[in-house]
Nanobody, 127 residues
Framework: QVQLEEPGGGSVQAGGSLKLSCTAL???????????VAWFREAPGKEREWVAY???????DYADSVLGRFDISRDNYKNTMYLRMNHLKPDDTAMYYC??????????????????WGKGALVTVAS
């Protein structure tokens, strides 16, 4: 059974930084490395939106709203993905969800195609 453990979140002042992590249980290291994994977020009253993805071949892409400020990475030996968030803004306040898109192409990433979701980590940025 696959579970995504997503501890953390936190509250910071605008301009601050946070790092989120997400460990996937239920995969071997050999299968995890073949997966497209991604971060989404959902702000109050808004739809869930894609933030960043990292593919099995280490291709990376970001939403325009976070480009240059966020950094996605993965450690395939630990079945873990990360999201380093710098220069945070109040508009970044949201519940952040890690996800596994499976062995599908990250280029086709969409929320309704996600195989597994983390439970979410609340990030609050004060102005």
């Amino acid at each position: 059974q696959v579970q995504l453990e997503e501890p953390g979140g936190g509250s910071v002042q605008a301009g601050g930084s946070l790092k989120l992590s997400c460990t996937a249980l239920g995969y071997t290291v050999y299968t995890y490395r073949e997966l497209c994994v991604a971060w989404f977020r959902e702000a109050p009253g808004k739809e869930r939106e894609w933030v960043a993805y990292i593919s099995s071949d280490w291709s990376i892409d970001y939403a325009d709203s976070v480009l240059g400020r966020f950094d996605i990475s993965r450690d395939n030996y630990k079945n873990t993905m990360y999201l380093r968030m710098n220069h945070l803004k109040p508009d970044d306040t949201a519940m952040y969800y890690c996800s596994v898109y499976g062995d599908k192409s990250c280029g086709d990433l969409r929320a309704d195609g996600v195989d597994h979701w983390g439970k979410g980590a609340l990030v609050t940025v004060a102005s």
